[in-house]
C-alpha cells in the first residue's frame, strides 16, 4: 500500500518515512513533490493539499487530515465527494487542547498580560485584588471530544464551567445550553467565553458584536477553534469599549498572521500562532497507521467527517 503525505513540505518526508518505519513498515511513504504515478496511491495525509491533486489518485481508500479541522481540504473545488476524510483527533490532541485553554484562562484570571507589558516597562504594580479559577466563569463553544477535554480540565481545577452547542449535549456535571434559544442566557452566565466550534457555514463569524456584547461586561476570549469564527473588527472594537477585557487568540483567517495585523500590537490581546493542540509527527504517523490498519479490516473508523453536521 502506498501513502503520499503532504505535511511539513519535501524537507519533512525522511523523517515522516521514520515514524512509518515504527509504526507500519509494511508502508510505501512518499512525499507530496515527488514524482509518481498518482494511480498508485492507497491513502493520503494531508494538510492544505493542491486543488486538484487529490482527484488525480484514482484507487484512494480514505483522505486523512494532518490536523483536527477539514477546512482546509473541503477548499478543494475538485475534491472527490465520495472519499471519507479522517480528522486528526487523537488522545494527545485532546490532552493538547485541553492544557492550552487550561493555561490561557489561567493566564487571563491572574491578568498574566499586564504582569508581561508592566516588566517590558520595568514597572512595578501590586493588583487591588487577584482571582482565582473559583470567580471565572467559564463558557465552552462546541462540545465535540475538544470541548469535553477541557471543560473537564477546567472543572478539576476549580473553574465553574458550562457548555454550548448547536445541538442538545448532555454531560454529567456540566451545565450546558444548545441551540439559539439558549445562546443569550449561556454567554449572560461566562466570565470567560472559549470558541472551540467546528468551521461550518452556520458559525462562521459567530464571534461578532452580537454575540460579544450578551457577555458580561469585562469578559474575557479565548478563540482556539477557527480563524472564520471570528469577526476581526468586532473584538477590536469590543476590546476598545471593554466589553472585553482581554482576549487570547489563536486562530485566524489568514495564516500567518500578516505582520500589519492591528492584532499584532493591540493592548489586550495574547496572540499565539495557531499551536493550540498539533499532535507531534509520531502521534500523527501512529494514528494514521492505526486509521489505515483499521480502514483495511472494514473496521468503522471515528472522527469522519459529516458534511450534514458540517464537522
Known amino acids: 500500500m502506498r501513502l503520499i503525505i503532504n505535511s511539513g513540505g519535501p524537507s519533512a518526508i525522511d523523517a515522516w518515512r521514520e515514524q512509518f518505519r515504527a509504526f507500519a513498515p509494511e508502508l510505501d511513504v512518499v512525499g507530496w513533490h515527488e514524482d509518481i ?36 481540504i473541503l477548499a478543494d473545488p475538485q475534491l472527490p465527494r465520495h ?61 465535540g471530544h475538544l470541548g469535553v477535554a477541557a471543560a473537564e480540565l477546567l472543572s478539576r481545577v476549580g473553574f465553574p464551567v458550562t457548555g454550548w452547542s448547536r445541538g442538545a449535549t448532555r454531560l454529567e456535571g456540566l451545565p450546558s445550553y444548545a441551540g439559539q434559544a439558549q445562546f443569550g442566557e449561556f454567554l449572560a452566565g461566562t466570565d470567560l467565553l472559549v470558541c472551540l466550534l467546528p468551521a461550518t457555514d452556520v458559525t462562521r463569524g459567530i464571534l461578532n458584536t452580537a454575540t460579544l456584547s450578551q457577555l458580561p461586561r469585562g469578559a474575557s476570549l479565548i478563540n482556539a477553534g477557527r480563524g472564520s469564527h471570528m469577526v476581526t473588527q468586532d473584538v477590536v472594537d469590543a476590546l476598545d469599549s ?42 500523527r504517523a501512529r494514528h494514521t497507521a492505526w486509521l489505515i490498519e483499521a480502514n483495511e479490516r472494514g473496521a468503522e473508523l471515528p472522527n469522519i467527517y459529516d458534511p450534514q453536521r458540517g464537522y
Open 83 to 143: 472519499l471519507s476524510i479522517a480528522r486528526m483527533v487523537t488522545a494527545r490532541t485532546r490532552t493538547e487542547m485541553a492544557e492550552f485553554v487550561l493555561t490561557s484562562a489561567l493566564m487571563l484570571t491572574r491578568d498574566i498580560k499586564r504582569v508581561v507589558d508592566n516588566q517590558a516597562r520595568r514597572h512595578w504594580e501590586l493588583f487591588d485584588s487577584l482571582r482565582v479559577a473559583a470567580d471565572m466563569r467559564v463558557g465552552i463553544m462546541g462540545l
Open 242 to 283: 471593554g466589553q472585553l477585557h482581554q482576549a487570547i487568540l489563536d486562530v485566524f483567517e489568514q495564516e500567518p498572521l500578516p505582520q500589519d495585523s492591528p492584532l499584532w500590537t493591540h493592548p489586550g490581546i495574547i496572540i499565539t500562532p495557531h499551536c493550540a493542540a498539533i499532535p507531534d509527527r509520531k502521534e
Open 37 to 72: 504515478d498518482p494511480t498508485t496511491v492507497d491513502y493520503a495525509l494531508v494538510w492544505a493539499p493542491d486543488a486538484g491533486r487529490l482527484a488525480t489518485f484514482t484507487r484512494l481508500k480514505l483522505i486523512i487530515s494532518a490536523g483536527a479541522g477539514v477546512d482546509h
